[in-house]
């Protein structure tokens, strides 16, 4: 079946680099998506990555991907109090359907 | 020039009422949703409209019902309130690239 999981909670300190993992069940997975939710807001594309790329690099944001172990990591360096927020990871496979299957949620916390 | 946006922002209301939540976008996109996060932060699709018509229904109390004018709009219309109901309510778009952009949200509260 289709399945994302996320660890519910991270709390770093600030300057410390933070990583959110995700895993995923459906190896059919052609997008990965990392989205960010700030308190009292919606949800932000923070980033993306295919399938058939390992990293992808945007300023302090890392996204790894294994897909053997169908596993999907973000990378936040030097995490600043503005990260705390709400980060869901969400999938999608190929096709017509469009819907996308969301993890959770990790909840950053960013302490001073 | 907000690009897809939700009123209200914030809905009280009784009990066995009805309300209607409305949603624009002005990406051009020809894909809309409408997911639902409860108090826990889970997030779950609704519905999904492309180009007006319904591609995603997922088991949703047939007391929502979602209307999509054109495909730059897409309400949605919930009769009979019950408490369950309140949630905060999304909407998004997304092109055919499929990355979806959300709206701020509607904060129901059924009283």
């Known amino acids: 079946g289709e399945d994302v999981e996320q660890s519910l909670f991270l709390s770093v300190r600030e300057g410390d680099s933070s990583v959110i993992n995700c895993t995923y069940t459906d190896s059919s997975s052609t997008y990965l998506y990392w989205y960010k939710q700030e308190p009292g807001a919606g949800l932000q594309l923070l980033t993306y990555?295919?399938?058939n790329m390992d990293m992808k690099q945007d300023q302090r944001l890392t996204v790894l991907l294994n897909k053997k172990d169908k596993h999907l990591s973000l990378r936040i360096a030097d995490t600043q109090t503005g990260d705390s927020a709400i980060y869901f990871c969400?999938?999608?496979?190929?096709?017509?359907?469009?819907?996308?299957?969301w993890g959770l949620g990790t909840s950053l916390a960013v302490n001073p | 020039d907000t690009a897809v946006s939700q009123t209200p922002k914030y809905l009280v209301t009784q009990m066995g009422n009805d309300k209607s939540i409305k949603c624009e976008q002005n990406l051009g996109h020809d894909t809309m949703y409408w997911y639902k996060q409860d108090s826990k932060k889970f997030l779950k699709i609704m519905f999904s409209y492309n180009n007006k018509e319904l591609i995603i229904n997922e088991t949703v109390p047939n007391r929502f019902s979602p209307k999509s004018p054109d495909k730059a709009h897409l309400n949605l219309h919930i009769n009979s309130l019950e408490l369950g109901d309140s949630a905060v309510y999304f909407c998004?778009?997304?092109?055919?690239?499929?990355?979806?952009?959300f709206g701020p949200g509607t904060r129901l509260t059924v009283l």
């Open positions: 969400a999938g999608r496979r190929a096709g017509n359907n469009r819907k996308l299957i």
């Open positions: 998004a778009s997304s092109p055919y690239t499929d990355t979806q952009y």
């Open positions: 990555i295919f399938s």
